[in-house]
């Protein structure tokens, strides 16, 4: 069995997080969705994200649900294909309502940039040039 990433995300409104993820291409598990999660499709077999109201969220947990809006834990990172791949999810984030906080970086053999989904959570999306 693959080992996979399951990513556990409190959001405010559930479908409108749908639909934002939703216009960046992401897919949604109808087995593993319902009123109180969404499981989401980033990576098919290796990295999803369970959307989850925050108060079911705060029933998993036994501290404060950060607002993410004021405070971040984490930056989720994902690699990407090409540049071209970046500035496509970011003009769809974009699009979609997210922030986009910084302009991308462009080290040469690195290229990236993030945006801010409608909850506050922190993407960042990087392409790295593989080595010859």
Same mark, same amino acid.
């Given at each position: 069995? #693959?080992?996979?990433?399951?990513?556990?995300?409190?959001? !405010?409104?559930?479908e409108k @997080?749908?639909?934002f993820?939703s216009?960046?291409g992401? $897919?949604?598990d109808p087995?593993f969705s319902?009123? !109180?999660a969404?499981?989401?499709?980033?990576?098919?077999?290796?990295?999803q994200?369970?959307?989850?109201? &925050?108060?079911?969220?705060q029933?998993?947990?036994?501290?404060?649900?950060?607002?993410a !809006?004021?405070? #971040? &834990?984490?930056?989720?990172c994902l690699s990407?294909? @090409?540049?071209?791949e970046?500035?496509?999810?970011?003009?769809?984030a974009?699009?979609?309502?997210?922030r986009?906080?910084?302009?991308?970086e462009?080290?040469?053999?690195?290229?990236?940039?993030?945006? &801010?989904d409608i909850?506050?959570?922190?993407? #960042?999306?990087v392409? $790295?040039?593989? &080595?010859?």
């Amino acid at each position: 069995m #693959n080992k996979q990433i399951i990513l556990n995300l409190p959001v !405010k409104d559930l479908e409108k @997080s749908r639909a934002f993820f939703s216009a960046l291409g992401f $897919t949604f598990d109808p087995r593993f969705s319902g009123e !109180k999660a969404a499981f989401m499709n980033i990576v098919d077999g290796s990295i999803q994200a369970m959307l989850t109201t &925050e108060a079911f969220f705060q029933s998993l947990i036994n501290k404060p649900v950060v607002n993410a !809006k004021q405070a #971040n &834990e984490v930056v989720i990172c994902l690699s990407c294909d @090409s540049r071209q791949e970046v500035d496509s999810l970011i003009a769809r984030a974009a699009a979609a309502g997210g922030r986009i906080p910084h302009p991308p970086e462009d080290h040469g053999f690195m290229y990236d940039q993030g945006f &801010e989904d409608i909850d506050g959570h922190l993407w #960042n999306l990087v392409w $790295t040039a593989q &080595e010859t």
